[in-house]
């Protein structure tokens, strides 16, 4: 296995070294607007290559050092129909590309990636494909993905034990082991980590949620029979950082609850791009704090407690104008329990159901254009889950349990465009190893 990587890798900057991109001096920049306002962080990408960036707060965006040729300028936001604008690009000239968007209010214009692996809008996806964007996300106060999914035609999070707090979707009326979840189009969200996984994402770690309902797309395994969701993390495209705290009240309004019960919230991300785009890195970070909830005031929680804490990071490098190499990490951990007598270890209560969770995945992914669209990608993907649990009544010494579970997904993808005719084939190897 060490043998292998390190000759993919060798392979990879064989390639990366050929394509390498030459100072050219040759800049972009314009803004992009709608009815005379400026539109802010919209996308404007150089369409057949991995060069892209943001406007700014202004409305505004800039391009440096590109590489000559012809190219197919695009700019889309949320929210609005894709633009685009054939360039030529000389070296040692700076062009001002302006963008006039319309507001598309149904989304058909929108570009999706989950419906058959490939960039298209939404008009023309063989698959209905709904989005679940950021602007959802703070509309509904969802600081967690399960929140954010309640909003999705189709789809409900459930809550199916008020001791351990376990939560499962409903894609269809079908329950949680038939929907597939993916992680940047990658099944490596395992089994184990799906029980309560939905729940531990934070929602500032994720760039939007792409679902698909019902088993249409045969691309994405076997597991998908109700549906798809697919997270797609944020990418680093511009310089920002946000910080929020949130906090809410559980028993307002209940005559039988003693006091109000809070849950905080804490949540940040940031990133950073080189000024000449070919680096970016994108860090955020979750905390999350709820005491048990006890509705009925009969000593037992109807809600348990959380204690999470998330982390991570996204970065990626360009070698060349048609080359991509990004690297994904996060790692969460977190603490639920439910039952009676908080106060007291596990074994020392009437009933209690807790686990402890450690869930670190990484991602490497390496893209490389050929010809005028053509893409190859080459992934590996893994991750780890240790578990921690207690299920036990009566002051049981023989509930504790230990899970862990190791999942991964390599291979490689080859995207042809022919005559308006589109391919895909590839390899791919899936691997799991679970102890409980």
């Given at each position: ?114 419906g058959d692996r490939n960039e298209q809008s939404r008009r023309e996806s063989s698959v209905v494909v709904n989005t679940v964007s950021p ?229 490497v992914t390496y893209d490389q254009f050929f010809r005028e669209s053509d893409v190859l990608s080459v992934f590996a993907s893994a991750q ?53």
């Amino acid at each position: 296995m060490r043998t292998l990587l390190s000759f993919s890798l060798f392979v990879l900057l064989f390639i990366s070294s050929a394509f390498a991109q030459k100072r050219t001096d040759a800049h972009l920049i314009g803004h992009v607007i709608n009815g005379g306002e400026h539109i802010p962080f919209a996308n404007v990408y150089l369409k057949g290559t991995t060069i892209g960036t943001s406007t700014d707060e202004t409305g505004h965006y800039r391009m440096i050092n590109l590489p000559e040729g012809t190219y197919t300028v695009v700019a889309t936001a949320i929210g609005y129909k894709p633009a685009e604008k054939e360039v030529t690009i000389v070296a040692g000239k700076t062009l001002e590309v302006n963008f006039k968007v319309s507001e598309d209010a149904i989304g058909l214009e929108e570009v999706v990636i989950t419906g058959d692996r490939n960039e298209q809008s939404r008009r023309e996806s063989s698959v209905v494909v709904n989005t679940v964007s950021p602007k959802t996300f703070t509309m509904t106060q969802s600081v967690i993905l399960g929140e954010g999914l309640n909003f999705t035609p189709g789809l409900r999070m459930e809550n199916n034990c008020q001791n351990c707090g376990f939560t499962q979707l409903r894609m269809n009326g079908l329950e949680g082991p038939y929907s597939q979840i993916l992680i940047n189009g990658r099944s490596i969200f395992s089994g184990l980590a799906g029980v309560y996984g939905l729940e531990l994402i934070p929602s500032n770690m994720v760039d939007r949620v792409e679902v698909i309902r019902g088993g249409g797309s045969a691309l994405y395994g076997s597991n998908a029979i109700a549906g798809t969701v697919n997270l797609i993390l944020k990418e680093p495209i511009n310089n920002s950082y946000e910080f929020g705290v949130n906090s809410m009240l559980s028993g307002v309004g209940m005559d039988l609850v003693p006091s109000l019960i809070p849950d905080n919230t804490a949540n940040f991300s940031a990133t950073a791009v080189s000024s000449d785009i070919k680096t970016g890195l994108a860090v955020f970070g979750f905390v999350r704090n709820r005491n048990p909830f006890d509705a009925n005031n009969d000593g037992y929680s109807e809600l348990s407690s959380i204690e999470n804490t998330s982390v991570g990071a996204r970065a990626f490098h360009r070698f060349g104008h048609r080359s991509k190499l990004s690297v994904d990490f996060f790692n969460i951990r977190e603490d639920r329990r439910g039952g009676d007598r908080h106060e007291y270890p596990l074994h020392e209560s009437n009933i209690a159901e807790a686990v402890n969770h450690s869930i670190t995945t990484g991602a490497v992914t390496y893209d490389q254009f050929f010809r005028e669209s053509d893409v190859l990608s080459v992934f590996a993907s893994a991750q780890h889950v240790n578990r921690d649990s207690y299920y036990g009544a009566n002051k049981s010494l023989s509930d504790y349990g230990e899970t862990t579970d190791l999942t991964y997904v390599m291979g490689a993808q080859y995207k042809m465009q022919l005559s308006g005719t589109g391919i895909i084939f590839g390899v791919e190897n899936q691997g799991g190893n679970l102890k409980d």
